[in-house]
T-cell receptor
Framework: SAVISQKPSRDICQRGTSLTIQCQVD?????MFWYRQQPGQSLTLIAT?????????ESGFVIDKFPISRPNLTFSTLTVSNMSPEDSSIYLC???????????FGPGTRLTVL | DAKTTQPPSMDCAEGRAANLPCNHS???????VYWYRQIHSQGPQYIIH???NNETNEMASLIITEDRKSSTLILPHATLRDTAVYYC????????????FGPGTSLSVIP
């Protein structure tokens, strides 16, 4: 199965600033996904990131707030821009593994905005 | 993805079987039943998936009714480490599509 790492694992940020979260996979994957998990809630999909094309955002999420890069088949970044306390969440990346026909998830980045 | 219904929470005694139900009455013919779990402060973990036959792996068993409108995830000998939120999801068997999570079932394994 794919091994996924995220950096940073956690951070505390001031409102109005931006944070870039990195997701690294140990194998080449076509599909990468970014999720948000607000405190006490289930996971909500932010966007799907394919290599070489623009990310596809879900309803309620926009590129200006959550720009995503996907420069190659093993790496992606999610930026949380102009942060407010409402952005305090765990942000997770996941990848689609065609061998297993399912998704694997990273450990998450716990973000607190003051 | 078809919608699923799960109880919000369940308790299970340590060492006993944990049976987690899921209703998916609008499941389509080409959709599989997937189960994931999320242990506190970790990313979700894939458990098992199936189409219509019962499935078993080293983690759990999946029992799907003949009409495919409901299923049960069975953890045969629950341990304290099985305390987690369990998500039942129906989707096409592919790695190329997103996973839509519902609220899941919070399972507490009691000593």
């Amino acid at each position: 199965s794919a091994v996924i790492s995220q950096k940073p694992s956690r951070d505390i940020c001031q409102r109005g600033t931006s944070l870039t979260i990195q997701c690294q996979v140990d194998s080449q994957v076509t599909m990468m996904f970014w999720y948000r998990q607000q405190p006490g809630q289930s996971l909500t999909l932010i966007a799907t990131a394919n290599q070489g094309s623009e990310a596809t955002y879900e309803s309620g999420f926009v590129i200006d707030k959550f720009p995503i890069s996907r420069p190659n088949l093993t790496f992606s970044t999610l930026t949380v821009s102009n942060m407010s306390p409402e952005d305090s969440s765990i942000y997770l990346c996941s990848v689609g593994d065609p061998f297993y026909n399912e998704q694997f998830f990273g450990p998450g980045t716990r973000l607190t905005v003051l | 993805d078809a919608k699923t219904t799960q109880p919000p929470s369940m308790d299970c005694a340590e060492g006993r079987a944990a049976n987690l139900p899921c209703n998916h009455s609008t499941i389509s013919g080409n959709e599989y039943v997937y189960w994931y779990r999320q242990i506190h402060s970790q990313g979700p973990q894939y458990i098992i998936h199936g189409l219509k036959n019962n499935e078993t792996n080293e983690m759990a068993s999946l029992i799907i009714t003949e009409d495919r409108k409901s299923s049960t995830l069975i953890l045969p000998h629950a341990t304290l480490r099985d305390t987690a939120v369990y998500y039942c999801i129906v989707r096409v068997e592919t790695s190329y599509d997103k996973v839509i999570f519902g609220p899941g079932t919070s399972l507490s394994v009691i000593p």
